[in-house]
């Protein structure tokens, strides 16, 4: 069957799979956005419906989503359930309950920051729910250490850390402009709660700035904004394609709204691929991983839709020495603590759980 899988759940399967695991497996993550297709898996899991705009659609979306997970965990009859996030936990610890499926909780966004703008009531009951669905877990995934204090101290000897760091390094040599005209490659999630406005603006003023867009639009006023700035023509690409695209450019923007609280804890992969590849990084003052690009001088921190000085932390990477030094520290750091230290965090996690993981 055609199924849809976010890239955490397909890197888990992946790995399964390479390493002789034959079970049957269900991966669930609520991603409206996905539209990622394999065709080589066979019991592995995956499905949104429905509008996401306005509280009753969302009410009802979460409704079938949760139907759904529930049917198919009585109908595969899982030997292991990978849920990564409290949305789709209902699902897995009926599984593990009635099914005796080995549970796998990935907590990459914690329902408590995530939800922190219902008010208080609705953040600490679904806190809560996550914490029993950690607790039942035979296995937990942090992707972040800051993320570990929201695990509850019962269940953090289960728990793992596995960045979002990528499996394979993929480096091939620095790559930068040699002249003035710089690319900033601000890809992925198109969104105006990551200062699309501010940079749209910074590279309308300067026509030796290039903003390589691609990816999938957050919503109707991000699209406005890129209407606005004559960027409408943003699409997704192949991996391979945002890859080679990400070599090409000489800044990756990271800018995240940190009035969002679970913004201050992001850590995307789009952060260990610019490490990977050795690019300096922007990224917005009140993201914690500003300290990292600091204090390993591999990167910028600005304040968040200041667009002057964000045009000024542009112009100091337009220096080549100073891109390349930026790049050359991150990519150290990268070869340091983080290659192949996703590989090794599911060797441990899946030999835990009595799974092949050679």
């Known amino acids: 069957m055609p199924l849809n899988v976010t890239p955490a759940v397909e890197r888990y399967v992946k790995f399964l799979r390479e390493n002789g695991f034959s079970g049957r497996i269900v991966g669930a993550e609520l991603d409206p956005g996905s539209s990622r297709t394999p065709v080589n898996f066979v019991d592995e899991l995956f499905t949104t419906g429905g509008s996401f705009d306005g509280l009753g659609n969302r009410a009802r979306a ?20 990978h849920f990564c996030d409290v949305f789709s936990a209902i699902a897995g610890v009926t599984g593990k309950l009635l099914k005796s499926a080995r549970l796998v909780f990935d907590i990459r966004d914690p329902v408590k920051l995530s939800t922190s703008h219902y008010g208080r009531f609705v953040p600490s009951a679904l806190h809560l729910f996550e ?6 877990s035979d296995g937990i ?16 000897k ?13 480096f091939t ?21 990551r200062n699309l406005d501010a940079w749209c603006r910074v590279v309308r003023n300067d026509p030796k700035l290039k903003l390589d867009l691609y990816g999938t639009i957050a919503d109707e006023q991000s699209r406005q904004i890129l209407v ?16 080679a695209r990400s070599r090409a450019a000489d800044i990756m923007a ?28 922007i990224c917005a003052k009140g993201m914690r991983l500003g300290e990292q690009l600091t204090r390993e001088d591999c990167g910028l921190v600005v304040p968040y839709a200041d667009v002057e000085a964000l045009g000024a932390a542009v112009a100091i990477l337009r220096d080549l020495a100073v891109r390349r030094r930026m790049g050359e520290n991150a990519r150290r750091l990268f070869e340091r603590e983080y290659l192949g230290q996703a590989r090794e965090a599911m ?5 835990r759980l009595g799974l092949s993981a050679t």
């Not at 914490?131 to 039942?136: G, I, T, Y």
């Not at 060797?347 to 030999?351: A, E, P």
């Open 62 to 81: 979460l409704a079938a989503y949760q139907a759904f997970l529930v049917r198919t965990v009585a109908h595969v009859r899982p030997d292991i359930i």
């Open 131 to 136: 914490s029993l669905a950690a607790r039942v």
């Open 141 to 156: 995934i942090v992707v972040s250490p800051a993320l570990m204090d929201f695990v509850p101290r019962s269940a953090r």
């Open 158 to 170: 289960r728990a793992v850390l596995m960045p979002n760091s990528p499996e394979e390094d993929r």
């Open 173 to 193: 040599g620095y790559e930068f402009s040699h002249d003035d005209h710089i690319t900033i490659s601000l890809a992925g999630f198109v969104s105006h709660r």
């Open 228 to 243: 606005a700035h004559g960027l409408e023509e943003v699409i997704r690409v192949s991996h391979e394609e945002a890859l």
């Open 254 to 281: 990271l800018m995240y709204d940190p009035s969002i609280i679970v913004n201050q804890f992001a850590a995307p992969n789009k952060f260990f691929e610019g490490l990977m590849l050795g690019k300096p990084i």
């Open 347 to 351: 060797r441990t996690l899946y030999s």
